[in-house]
Nanobody, 126 residues
Framework: EIQLKESGGGSVQSGGSLRLSCEVS???????MGWFRQVPGQEREGVAA???????KYLDSMKGRLTISQDNAENRFYLDMNSLKPEDTATYYC?????????????????????WGQGTQVTVAS
């Protein structure tokens, strides 16, 4: 069974930085990966994605403050966040999708991904 697990969440001050990590139980070579966040009462929101060629995509409102990257040797991918704001407070989820001939969904939407982690809390204090 393929499993994903996030780590690196926590509490930071406004303007601070965090690196979130997602460990995948299989090789992620040629996979697509993404990061999402969710605030209670709101829809899950895609913030970053990277495809099998390394092409990245970011939520417009967070672009410039995020970097998604991967380490295939360790079956991990990352979300580096900086200049964090209180409104970034949310549960952050990693997601991954295996190589496919076709995926009808956008990489910043939940239906794109087959596998999900359980989430890690990020809290940004004022």
């Amino acid at each position: 069974e393929i499993q994903l697990k996030e780590s690196g969440g926590g509490s930071v001050q406004s303007g601070g930085s965090l690196r979130l990590s997602c460990e995948v139980s299989v090789s992620i070579r040629d996979w697509s990966m993404g990061w999402f966040r969710q605030v209670p009462g709101q829809e899950r929101e895609g913030v970053a994605a990277i495809d099998f060629n390394g092409k990245t995509k970011y939520l417009d409102s967070m672009k410039g403050r995020l970097t998604i990257s991967q380490d295939n040797a360790e079956n991990r991918f990352y979300l580096d966040m900086n200049s964090l704001k209180p409104e970034d407070t949310a549960t952050y989820y990693c997601a991954a999708d295996p190589p496919r001939y076709y995926n009808a969904y956008d990489a910043l939407t939940s239906p794109y991904y087959q596998y999900w982690g359980q989430g890690t809390q990020v809290t940004v204090a004022s």
